[in-house]
Each structure stands twice: as C-alpha cells, then as structure tokens.
C-alpha cells in the first residue's frame, strides 16, 4: 500500500493525499480544492469522492 497518492478530478489533478498515522490529509494541487486542503480521510478513495462531490457542486454553481 502507498504512502501518497495523486487525486485526479475529470483527468484534472485536485491534491495528494499523504498517509499519516491517522489516515490520509489532502493537500490541494488546484485552488478550487482549498476547502479540502488539511483535511484528514480514512483512505484515499474517500478523499476522491470528496473532491468529486466539490467538483460537482462547483459546476451545479455555476449553471
């Protein structure tokens, strides 16, 4: 199992998550995932169904 991994949003990289004792903190790669930046998840996949979940709700804003 890795230690880091790259979050991808629609081919578009969104941050790293970074395993630390207590589970995975984001670091965001793009500012439209600053609210995301220093948050811990219990693994990787979560952090990329949260960053998905902003990235929709970013687009459902701007319609």
Known sequence: MSDRYIIEVRS??????????????????????NRLEGRLFRNAREAERAAMRLADSSLKEAA
């Open 12 to 33: 578009q990289a969104a941050g790293i998550v970074v395993r630390t004792p207590h589970g995975y903190r984001f670091f965001a790669a793009d500012p439209r995932f």
